[in-house]
Each structure stands twice: as C-alpha cells, then as structure tokens.
C-alpha cells in the first residue's frame, strides 16, 4: 500500500530553473513534513505543516517554499537553487494529535541533483 | 537539546543469524517515544517498531525487538532469523512531547548487510 506517494521520483535541475515536488498522502492524516537528507547526514527536518498551517520551519533558504493546499497535499517549490541542495527529499505524515507515539509515515523520497 | 547516536556505520550479519544495531540518546524529557525506521535503497523510509518512554516492556513486532534500557538511555534494535531482504539503512530516532505535530530527531544510520 502506498500511503504517501511523492512526485517526481528523481529530478535534475540547473540553477536557473523553478521546478516543484509533490508529496501527497491517502492516510486521513492532519501534519505533513518535509525532509532532507544529505549523504552521510542525519535526516534534517525541514518544514512541518499541521491543518495545513505552518508549525515549524527550520532555517530553511528562501529557495525552497513550501504549499500545502490541504491536508492530503504538500509542495516543495524550487528556486535557484545550488549544487549542495542535491539530496533526497522525503516527506512523511502523521495523524497530527499530540502524544510521543505518533508514528510519521514516509514516502519514497524524491532524488533531486541540482547541476 | 536531544540527540540520537548510531555508532555502528555498517554491520554484517549471516543470514537466519541474529543482530543489535545500537542506538543510544540524550534527553531531559521526562516522556519521549523512540522509534526504528529502515531505509532500503529505493529510499523510503519504512516504519518498524515504537518503544514509549514509560512502556514497561520492550516494544516487539514480528522479527523485530526493542531492547529498551532507560538508565542507560539505550533503545537497540534486535532482527532476529536475518534475511536478505533486510539488508538496508536503519535510522533510530525520537519524537518529544510538543503537541500538535510530530518532531523526530534522527540518528546517523547503520548499514546492514545480510550475507549468505
């Protein structure tokens, strides 16, 4: 079952361009995440969104803008970005109640190389 | 501030034979959760097991076990009966109270490699 799917799977972009990711996730949940994860890097939390409103951002560059239109959909959008932008980005959602054992769901990740 | 560490960057195991994969943490929370995730190399993150910082017994899931030592501040993951199909990133990490919406602090990973 693929609770959260992610689009594209992989994407190459030069500096220059604007492009989006898509994260959207089939499980009645109310938070979404975005992440990112570099080589040899722990995950890095980089956006959360609960009831579609923004809950966290952590120090994120102005070239990454985050969209959630509602609860099933987030967006990461991309502009001129730079070469150490190249990772993975994953998204995950979560019921969004509060609580400890919350468990966050992931999608595939998106691979992103930014030439 | 909470940190996760993973100390083993890579462990191999014989299939059908059991593994540890270590995870220690740093926290002042008196309620906190701990989770296991396992990255195969397609990139998704996969949900295994939850350990609940005033659980009185080790969280377990199938071929999966969490040996929680809270004094020791160690949750490791024990697979029993390996197999090839486990060979993949394994991410330890822990959500804080904070309310609404879930934080997770990750630790660095442990590559497994399941041998025949």
């Known amino acids: 079952e693929t609770g959260v799917t992610q689009t594209p799977r992989h994407l190459v972009m030069g500096m220059t361009n604007k492009k989006s990711l898509k994260c959207e996730q089939h499980l009645g949940h109310n938070a979404m995440y975005w992440y990112k994860q570099s080589a040899k890097k722990p995950l890095e939390l980089m956006f959360v969104y609960s009831l579609e409103e923004r809950v966290e951002n952590n120090s994120v560059p102005s070239r990454f803008s985050p969209e959630c239109p509602n609860s099933s959909h987030l967006f990461l959008h991309l502009h001129t970005l730079q070469p150490e932008d190249s990772a993975l980005y994953l998204c995950?959602?979560?019921?969004?109640?509060?609580?400890?054992?919350?468990?966050?769901?992931f999608g595939p990740g998106t691979r992103l190389t930014v030439l | 501030a909470q940190k996760i560490t993973q100390t083993q960057p890579g462990m191999f195991v014989q299939e059908k034979e059991a593994v540890t994969l270590d995870c220690t943490y740093d926290t002042s929370d008196p309620s906190y959760g701990l989770f296991w995730y396992k990255q195969p190399s397609s990139g998704e993150m996969i949900f295994l097991i939850y350990?609940?910082?005033?659980?009185?017994q080790n969280a377990t899931e199938g071929r999966y076990s969490l040996n929680f030592q809270k004094a020791r501040k160690s949750a490791n993951l024990v697979i029993s009966a390996s197999q090839l199909g486990d060979s993949a990133m394994y991410f330890c990490?822990?959500?804080?109270?904070?309310?609404?919406?879930?934080?997770?602090?990750f630790g660095t990973g442990t590559r497994l490699q399941v041998t025949l």
């Open positions: 990490a822990m959500r804080r109270y904070t309310g609404t919406a879930s934080k997770l602090t």
């Open positions: 350990q609940g910082s005033y659980d009185q």
């Open positions: 995950a959602s979560s019921q969004g109640l509060a609580g400890v054992m919350e468990t966050q769901y």
